[in-house]
Protein backbone atom coordinates (compact mmCIF):
# COMPACT_ATOMS: atom_id res chain seq x y z
CA UNK A 1 0.00 0.00 0.00
CA UNK A 2 1.33 3.35 -0.40
CA UNK A 3 2.84 6.03 1.90
CA UNK A 4 2.26 9.50 2.23
CA UNK A 5 4.65 12.41 3.61
CA UNK A 6 3.26 15.83 3.58
CA UNK A 7 5.52 19.00 3.30
CA UNK A 8 5.83 22.52 2.91
CA UNK A 9 3.84 24.01 5.48
CA UNK A 10 4.74 26.94 7.55
CA UNK A 11 3.89 30.38 8.76
CA UNK A 12 3.02 33.06 6.30
CA UNK A 13 0.77 36.19 6.23
CA UNK A 14 -2.18 36.97 4.80
CA UNK A 15 -1.86 37.05 0.90
CA UNK A 16 0.96 35.16 0.49
CA UNK A 17 1.70 31.52 -1.27
CA UNK A 18 2.49 28.01 0.14
CA UNK A 19 3.53 25.44 -2.00
CA UNK A 20 2.46 22.08 -0.46
CA UNK A 21 3.70 18.68 -1.18
CA UNK A 22 3.02 14.99 -0.68
CA UNK A 23 5.60 12.56 -1.40
CA UNK A 24 3.91 8.70 -1.86
CA UNK A 25 5.97 5.79 -1.71
CA UNK A 26 5.83 1.69 -1.85
CA UNK A 27 2.94 1.36 -5.06
CA UNK A 28 2.49 2.70 -8.11
CA UNK A 29 2.06 6.39 -7.94
CA UNK A 30 -0.08 6.55 -10.71
CA UNK A 31 -2.36 3.60 -9.84
CA UNK A 32 -4.10 6.67 -7.06
CA UNK A 33 -6.31 9.23 -7.12
CA UNK A 34 -4.75 12.29 -4.85
CA UNK A 35 -6.60 14.65 -2.82
CA UNK A 36 -5.92 17.16 -0.68
CA UNK A 37 -8.09 17.98 2.80
CA UNK A 38 -7.58 20.05 5.97
CA UNK A 39 -8.63 20.32 9.28
CA UNK A 40 -9.34 22.90 12.09
CA UNK A 41 -9.14 21.79 16.02
CA UNK A 42 -12.88 20.90 16.53
CA UNK A 43 -14.06 20.89 12.98
CA UNK A 44 -14.06 18.02 10.77
CA UNK A 45 -12.04 17.07 7.66
CA UNK A 46 -12.92 18.83 4.92
CA UNK A 47 -12.48 18.63 1.05
CA UNK A 48 -10.11 20.97 -0.50
CA UNK A 49 -9.03 19.52 -4.26
CA UNK A 50 -8.59 16.11 -5.96
CA UNK A 51 -7.04 15.25 -9.00
CA UNK A 52 -7.08 11.85 -10.88
CA UNK A 53 -4.88 9.76 -12.16
CA UNK A 54 -3.11 11.36 -15.23
CA UNK A 55 -3.11 14.69 -13.93
CA UNK A 56 -5.71 15.50 -16.55
CA UNK A 57 -8.92 16.47 -14.28
CA UNK A 58 -8.77 18.17 -10.81
CA UNK A 59 -11.45 19.21 -8.26
CA UNK A 60 -11.81 22.11 -6.28
CA UNK A 61 -14.11 23.06 -3.11
CA UNK A 62 -15.54 26.64 -3.88
CA UNK A 63 -13.97 28.22 -1.14
CA UNK A 64 -10.53 27.60 -2.95
CA UNK A 65 -11.30 27.58 -6.30
CA UNK A 66 -8.82 30.26 -8.09
CA UNK A 67 -6.76 30.10 -5.22
CA UNK A 68 -5.06 27.07 -4.92
CA UNK A 69 -3.97 24.81 -7.58
CA UNK A 70 -3.35 21.16 -7.42
CA UNK A 71 -1.24 19.25 -9.76
CA UNK A 72 1.00 15.86 -10.01
CA UNK A 73 4.07 14.57 -11.55
CA UNK A 74 3.86 10.74 -11.46
CA UNK A 75 7.44 10.67 -12.77
CA UNK A 76 8.17 12.29 -9.15
CA UNK A 77 5.42 10.16 -7.19
CA UNK A 78 4.50 13.77 -6.04
CA UNK A 79 1.09 15.48 -5.57
CA UNK A 80 1.13 19.35 -4.87
CA UNK A 81 -0.98 21.81 -3.91
CA UNK A 82 -0.24 25.70 -4.76
CA UNK A 83 -2.08 28.21 -2.69
CA UNK A 84 -2.03 31.79 -3.10
CA UNK A 85 -4.31 34.75 -1.23
CA UNK A 86 -4.06 32.79 1.27
CA UNK A 87 -6.03 33.74 4.29
CA UNK A 88 -6.29 33.41 8.03
CA UNK A 89 -9.28 30.94 7.34
CA UNK A 90 -7.09 28.58 5.54
CA UNK A 91 -5.11 27.83 8.64
CA UNK A 92 -4.88 24.36 9.29
CA UNK A 93 -3.41 21.27 8.75
CA UNK A 94 -3.55 19.68 5.70
CA UNK A 95 -3.39 16.00 4.58
CA UNK A 96 -2.83 14.34 1.47
CA UNK A 97 -4.82 11.37 0.76
CA UNK A 98 -4.57 8.28 -1.62
CA UNK A 99 -7.68 6.44 -3.21
CA UNK A 100 -7.19 3.19 -5.31
CA UNK A 101 -10.94 1.78 -5.16
CA UNK A 102 -12.37 4.73 -7.65
CA UNK A 103 -15.05 6.19 -5.04
CA UNK A 104 -16.06 9.36 -4.30
CA UNK A 105 -13.27 11.51 -4.99
CA UNK A 106 -14.93 14.54 -2.81
CA UNK A 107 -15.35 12.81 0.71
CA UNK A 108 -13.23 11.66 3.56
CA UNK A 109 -14.64 8.22 2.99
CA UNK A 110 -13.41 7.54 -0.43
CA UNK A 111 -9.54 7.97 0.72
CA UNK A 112 -8.12 4.83 2.46
CA UNK A 113 -4.91 6.28 2.47
CA UNK A 114 -3.63 9.24 4.59
CA UNK A 115 -1.07 10.98 5.50
CA UNK A 116 0.37 12.58 8.50
CA UNK A 117 -0.34 16.12 7.68
CA UNK A 118 1.63 19.29 7.77
CA UNK A 119 0.21 22.65 9.58
CA UNK A 120 -0.46 25.84 7.75
CA UNK A 121 -0.95 28.87 9.73
CA UNK A 122 -2.21 32.24 8.02
CA UNK A 123 -1.60 35.48 10.24
CA UNK A 124 -3.90 38.31 9.29
Known amino acids: QVQLVESGGGLVQAGGSLRLSCAASGSIFSNYRMGWFRQTPGKEREFVAA????????YYTDFVKGRFTISRDNAKNTVYLRMNSLKAEDTAVYYCAADDRGLTLLSVRGYPYWGQGTQVTVSS
Open 51 to 58: INRDGSNT
